[in-house]
Protein backbone atom coordinates (compact mmCIF):
# COMPACT_ATOMS: atom_id res chain seq x y z
CA UNK A 1 0.00 0.00 0.00
CA UNK A 2 1.36 3.47 -0.94
CA UNK A 3 2.25 5.66 1.49
CA UNK A 4 -1.16 8.12 2.53
CA UNK A 5 -3.57 5.40 1.28
CA UNK A 6 -6.14 5.02 3.80
CA UNK A 7 -6.31 1.59 4.77
CA UNK A 8 -10.11 0.33 4.00
CA UNK A 9 -9.19 1.19 -0.08
CA UNK A 10 -7.38 -2.45 0.32
CA UNK A 11 -11.13 -3.73 0.68
CA UNK A 12 -12.74 -1.45 -2.07
CA UNK A 13 -12.12 -3.78 -4.98
CA UNK A 14 -13.82 -6.44 -3.97
CA UNK A 15 -16.86 -4.59 -2.28
CA UNK A 16 -17.06 -2.85 -5.80
CA UNK A 17 -16.53 -6.19 -7.79
CA UNK A 18 -19.75 -7.49 -5.91
CA UNK A 19 -22.05 -4.83 -6.17
CA UNK A 20 -21.37 -3.61 -9.70
CA UNK A 21 -21.77 -7.58 -10.90
CA UNK A 22 -25.01 -7.68 -9.39
CA UNK A 23 -26.11 -4.62 -10.75
CA UNK A 24 -26.31 -6.40 -14.63
CA UNK A 25 -29.00 -9.33 -13.24
CA UNK A 26 -30.41 -6.88 -11.10
CA UNK A 27 -30.83 -4.30 -14.21
CA UNK A 28 -32.17 -6.69 -15.85
CA UNK A 29 -35.04 -7.97 -13.53
CA UNK A 30 -35.83 -4.13 -13.35
CA UNK A 31 -36.10 -3.94 -17.18
CA UNK A 32 -39.06 -6.48 -17.10
CA UNK A 33 -41.06 -3.74 -15.67
CA UNK A 34 -40.05 -0.48 -17.19
CA UNK A 35 -38.30 0.64 -20.25
CA UNK A 36 -34.37 1.34 -20.46
CA UNK A 37 -34.55 5.51 -20.15
CA UNK A 38 -37.40 5.88 -17.73
CA UNK A 39 -35.72 2.94 -15.54
CA UNK A 40 -32.65 5.28 -15.95
CA UNK A 41 -34.79 8.68 -15.19
CA UNK A 42 -36.23 6.92 -11.56
CA UNK A 43 -32.70 5.64 -11.02
CA UNK A 44 -30.89 8.56 -11.30
CA UNK A 45 -33.24 10.97 -10.31
CA UNK A 46 -33.22 8.95 -6.63
CA UNK A 47 -29.54 9.38 -6.41
CA UNK A 48 -29.79 13.13 -7.61
CA UNK A 49 -31.79 13.46 -4.24
CA UNK A 50 -29.83 11.27 -2.46
CA UNK A 51 -26.92 13.26 -2.75
CA UNK A 52 -28.41 16.57 -2.93
CA UNK A 53 -29.35 15.51 0.78
CA UNK A 54 -25.46 14.58 1.57
CA UNK A 55 -24.09 17.82 0.08
CA UNK A 56 -26.74 20.19 2.22
CA UNK A 57 -25.54 18.01 5.20
CA UNK A 58 -21.23 17.84 4.38
CA UNK A 59 -21.03 20.95 2.64
CA UNK A 60 -18.35 19.78 0.36
CA UNK A 61 -16.84 22.53 -2.16
CA UNK A 62 -17.95 22.91 -5.39
CA UNK A 63 -15.74 23.08 -8.17
CA UNK A 64 -13.73 26.24 -8.47
CA UNK A 65 -13.89 27.21 -12.39
CA UNK A 66 -16.08 26.27 -15.31
CA UNK A 67 -13.54 24.05 -16.53
CA UNK A 68 -13.27 21.76 -13.54
CA UNK A 69 -17.25 22.05 -13.44
CA UNK A 70 -17.27 21.09 -17.70
CA UNK A 71 -14.47 18.45 -16.52
CA UNK A 72 -17.00 16.31 -14.10
CA UNK A 73 -19.83 16.80 -16.50
CA UNK A 74 -17.92 15.30 -19.28
CA UNK A 75 -17.13 12.03 -16.92
CA UNK A 76 -21.23 12.38 -16.19
CA UNK A 77 -22.27 12.74 -19.86
CA UNK A 78 -19.76 9.18 -20.85
CA UNK A 79 -20.56 7.21 -17.93
CA UNK A 80 -24.18 8.19 -16.67
CA UNK A 81 -26.16 9.02 -19.67
CA UNK A 82 -23.87 6.94 -22.64
CA UNK A 83 -22.44 3.89 -20.89
CA UNK A 84 -25.30 3.03 -18.79
CA UNK A 85 -27.96 4.17 -21.15
CA UNK A 86 -27.02 2.44 -23.93
CA UNK A 87 -26.16 -0.80 -21.76
CA UNK A 88 -29.48 -0.73 -20.70
CA UNK A 89 -31.14 -0.57 -24.18
CA UNK A 90 -28.45 -3.40 -25.18
CA UNK A 91 -30.11 -5.47 -22.41
CA UNK A 92 -33.82 -4.55 -23.83
CA UNK A 93 -32.28 -5.55 -27.65
CA UNK A 94 -31.95 -8.59 -25.74
CA UNK A 95 -28.24 -8.83 -25.54
CA UNK A 96 -27.89 -11.25 -22.01
CA UNK A 97 -25.96 -9.95 -18.63
CA UNK A 98 -23.08 -12.23 -18.95
CA UNK A 99 -22.53 -11.04 -22.76
CA UNK A 100 -22.67 -7.46 -21.95
CA UNK A 101 -20.03 -7.80 -18.87
CA UNK A 102 -18.29 -9.82 -21.33
CA UNK A 103 -18.03 -6.46 -24.05
CA UNK A 104 -17.15 -4.24 -20.84
CA UNK A 105 -14.35 -6.73 -20.07
CA UNK A 106 -12.20 -5.79 -22.86
CA UNK A 107 -12.14 -1.78 -21.17
CA UNK A 108 -8.62 -2.95 -19.33
CA UNK A 109 -7.38 -4.25 -22.84
CA UNK A 110 -8.33 -0.59 -23.73
CA UNK A 111 -7.26 1.37 -20.96
CA UNK A 112 -3.78 -0.44 -21.18
CA UNK A 113 -3.13 0.85 -24.51
CA UNK A 114 -4.13 3.87 -23.50
CA UNK A 115 -3.08 4.73 -20.05
CA UNK A 116 0.77 5.50 -20.73
CA UNK A 117 0.31 8.40 -23.06
CA UNK A 118 -2.99 10.05 -21.20
CA UNK A 119 -2.48 9.50 -17.54
CA UNK A 120 1.46 8.71 -17.48
CA UNK A 121 1.52 5.10 -16.17
CA UNK A 122 3.80 2.25 -17.66
CA UNK A 123 2.77 -0.77 -18.21
CA UNK A 124 4.53 -3.98 -17.85
CA UNK A 125 4.94 -7.16 -19.23
CA UNK A 126 3.63 -8.69 -16.29
CA UNK A 127 0.12 -6.41 -16.79
CA UNK A 128 -0.41 -7.56 -20.26
CA UNK A 129 -0.09 -11.06 -19.58
CA UNK A 130 -2.86 -10.60 -17.09
CA UNK A 131 -4.82 -8.94 -18.93
CA UNK A 132 -4.64 -11.45 -21.96
CA UNK A 133 -5.70 -14.55 -19.55
CA UNK A 134 -8.15 -11.92 -17.76
CA UNK A 135 -9.73 -11.56 -21.62
CA UNK A 136 -8.91 -15.92 -22.12
CA UNK A 137 -11.01 -16.51 -19.10
CA UNK A 138 -14.04 -14.17 -19.82
CA UNK A 139 -14.35 -15.29 -23.52
CA UNK A 140 -14.53 -19.39 -21.75
CA UNK A 141 -17.35 -18.43 -19.56
CA UNK A 142 -19.43 -16.07 -21.92
CA UNK A 143 -18.80 -18.97 -24.63
CA UNK A 144 -19.97 -21.72 -22.53
CA UNK A 145 -23.54 -19.87 -22.39
CA UNK A 146 -23.46 -19.07 -25.70
CA UNK A 147 -25.82 -21.66 -26.53
CA UNK A 148 -28.59 -19.85 -24.53
CA UNK A 149 -27.76 -16.01 -26.04
CA UNK A 150 -29.00 -14.76 -29.00
CA UNK A 151 -28.07 -11.09 -29.05
CA UNK A 152 -29.23 -8.23 -31.62
CA UNK A 153 -26.91 -6.23 -33.79
CA UNK A 154 -28.34 -3.68 -32.27
CA UNK A 155 -27.17 -4.88 -28.66
CA UNK A 156 -23.86 -5.43 -30.02
CA UNK A 157 -23.57 -2.31 -31.22
CA UNK A 158 -24.80 -0.45 -28.25
CA UNK A 159 -22.60 -2.44 -25.82
CA UNK A 160 -19.82 -0.74 -27.92
CA UNK A 161 -20.16 1.98 -27.48
CA UNK A 162 -21.23 1.96 -24.01
CA UNK A 163 -17.63 0.47 -23.34
CA UNK A 164 -16.07 3.48 -25.37
CA UNK A 165 -17.58 5.55 -23.30
CA UNK A 166 -17.14 3.74 -19.75
CA UNK A 167 -13.24 3.37 -20.68
CA UNK A 168 -13.30 7.36 -22.21
CA UNK A 169 -14.58 8.54 -18.95
CA UNK A 170 -12.36 6.37 -16.52
CA UNK A 171 -9.23 7.91 -18.57
CA UNK A 172 -10.92 11.64 -18.17
CA UNK A 173 -11.71 10.93 -14.59
CA UNK A 174 -8.47 9.68 -14.08
CA UNK A 175 -6.46 13.10 -15.71
CA UNK A 176 -8.64 15.83 -14.96
CA UNK A 177 -10.70 14.70 -11.87
CA UNK A 178 -8.47 16.43 -9.31
CA UNK A 179 -9.57 15.91 -5.68
CA UNK A 180 -13.54 16.82 -6.08
CA UNK A 181 -15.48 15.59 -2.89
CA UNK A 182 -17.50 11.96 -4.08
CA UNK A 183 -20.36 14.07 -3.49
CA UNK A 184 -20.01 16.74 -5.27
CA UNK A 185 -18.43 14.82 -8.39
CA UNK A 186 -21.53 12.26 -7.94
CA UNK A 187 -24.10 15.14 -7.77
CA UNK A 188 -22.96 16.94 -10.76
CA UNK A 189 -22.82 13.45 -12.57
CA UNK A 190 -25.94 11.97 -11.99
CA UNK A 191 -27.53 15.52 -12.11
CA UNK A 192 -25.93 15.84 -15.60
CA UNK A 193 -26.86 12.09 -16.64
CA UNK A 194 -30.35 12.87 -15.78
CA UNK A 195 -30.39 15.96 -17.72
CA UNK A 196 -29.26 14.10 -20.90
CA UNK A 197 -31.66 11.09 -20.99
CA UNK A 198 -35.03 12.90 -20.48
CA UNK A 199 -35.41 14.04 -23.53
CA UNK A 200 -34.34 9.98 -24.85
CA UNK A 201 -37.12 9.11 -22.51
CA UNK A 202 -39.97 11.56 -23.09
CA UNK A 203 -39.34 11.13 -27.27
CA UNK A 204 -38.84 7.00 -27.47
CA UNK A 205 -40.65 5.84 -24.57
CA UNK A 206 -44.35 4.81 -23.01
CA UNK A 207 -43.04 6.38 -19.32
CA UNK A 208 -45.36 3.19 -18.34
CA UNK A 209 -44.18 1.41 -15.22
CA UNK A 210 -45.31 -1.86 -13.45
CA UNK A 211 -44.64 -1.11 -9.65
CA UNK A 212 -44.39 -4.56 -8.17
CA UNK A 213 -42.00 -5.75 -5.07
CA UNK A 214 -39.91 -6.99 -7.52
CA UNK A 215 -39.63 -3.60 -9.34
CA UNK A 216 -38.99 -1.64 -6.16
CA UNK A 217 -36.21 -4.08 -4.40
CA UNK A 218 -34.38 -3.70 -8.06
CA UNK A 219 -34.89 -0.30 -8.19
CA UNK A 220 -33.39 0.46 -4.53
CA UNK A 221 -30.51 -2.06 -5.30
CA UNK A 222 -29.75 0.04 -8.59
CA UNK A 223 -29.94 3.19 -6.59
CA UNK A 224 -28.06 2.59 -3.50
CA UNK A 225 -25.82 -0.11 -4.21
CA UNK A 226 -24.79 -0.08 -7.95
CA UNK A 227 -25.01 4.11 -8.06
CA UNK A 228 -24.23 5.69 -4.69
CA UNK A 229 -21.81 3.08 -3.49
CA UNK A 230 -20.49 1.25 -6.19
CA UNK A 231 -19.91 4.07 -8.50
CA UNK A 232 -18.51 6.09 -5.54
CA UNK A 233 -15.98 3.23 -4.96
CA UNK A 234 -14.76 3.46 -8.89
CA UNK A 235 -14.37 6.97 -8.69
CA UNK A 236 -12.29 6.83 -5.21
CA UNK A 237 -10.44 3.67 -6.42
CA UNK A 238 -9.61 5.70 -9.52
CA UNK A 239 -8.06 8.43 -7.64
CA UNK A 240 -5.83 6.46 -5.31
CA UNK A 241 -4.39 3.89 -7.56
CA UNK A 242 -3.45 3.62 -11.17
CA UNK A 243 -6.50 3.84 -13.69
CA UNK A 244 -5.50 0.52 -15.57
CA UNK A 245 -5.26 -1.41 -11.97
CA UNK A 246 -8.51 -0.41 -11.05
CA UNK A 247 -9.96 -1.20 -14.82
CA UNK A 248 -8.33 -4.59 -14.44
CA UNK A 249 -11.00 -5.71 -11.91
CA UNK A 250 -13.64 -5.44 -14.87
CA UNK A 251 -12.36 -8.77 -15.93
CA UNK A 252 -14.13 -10.92 -12.95
CA UNK A 253 -17.21 -8.76 -13.18
CA UNK A 254 -18.03 -10.86 -16.21
CA UNK A 255 -18.21 -14.38 -14.20
CA UNK A 256 -19.34 -12.99 -11.44
CA UNK A 257 -22.42 -11.55 -13.19
CA UNK A 258 -22.76 -15.16 -15.02
CA UNK A 259 -23.03 -16.87 -11.35
CA UNK A 260 -25.14 -13.80 -9.93
CA UNK A 261 -27.67 -14.02 -13.25
CA UNK A 262 -28.12 -18.34 -12.52
CA UNK A 263 -28.62 -17.57 -9.17
CA UNK A 264 -31.44 -14.65 -9.70
CA UNK A 265 -32.62 -15.54 -13.37
CA UNK A 266 -31.81 -18.83 -13.57
CA UNK A 267 -29.20 -18.47 -16.58
CA UNK A 268 -27.74 -21.45 -17.22
CA UNK A 269 -23.93 -21.82 -15.70
CA UNK A 270 -22.02 -24.87 -17.69
CA UNK A 271 -19.34 -26.26 -15.71
CA UNK A 272 -16.63 -25.13 -18.21
CA UNK A 273 -17.70 -21.93 -17.44
CA UNK A 274 -16.13 -22.71 -13.58
CA UNK A 275 -12.42 -23.21 -15.23
CA UNK A 276 -13.01 -19.70 -17.47
CA UNK A 277 -13.79 -18.23 -14.06
CA UNK A 278 -10.59 -19.50 -11.99
CA UNK A 279 -8.30 -18.11 -15.19
CA UNK A 280 -9.90 -14.85 -15.19
CA UNK A 281 -9.32 -14.46 -11.44
CA UNK A 282 -5.31 -15.44 -12.06
CA UNK A 283 -5.18 -12.83 -14.83
CA UNK A 284 -6.59 -10.02 -12.64
CA UNK A 285 -4.71 -11.36 -9.91
CA UNK A 286 -0.90 -10.85 -12.17
CA UNK A 287 -2.35 -7.36 -13.67
CA UNK A 288 -3.39 -5.50 -10.41
CA UNK A 289 0.18 -7.16 -8.57
CA UNK A 290 2.43 -4.68 -7.71
Keep these: MKPGRPQWIAFAPVLFLILWSAGYPTAKVALAYAEPMTLLTLRFGSVVLIMAVLFAFVRPPLPATPIEWAHLAIVGFLIQSVYFGLSYIAFRAGIAAGTAALIMS???????????????????????????????GTIIVIAARSTVEAPSTLGFICAAIALIAITTGSLWEKRFGLDHHPITANLIGYTVG??????????????????????????????????????????????????????????LVPPLAALLGWLMLGEIMPPVAWIGMAVAALGVLLATRA
Design 194 to 251: LICILPAMLWLETLQVRWTWEFGAALAYLVVGNSVIAFGLLLMMIRAGEVSRVSALFF
Design 106 to 136: LQPILIALVAPTWAGERVGWRRWLGLALGLT
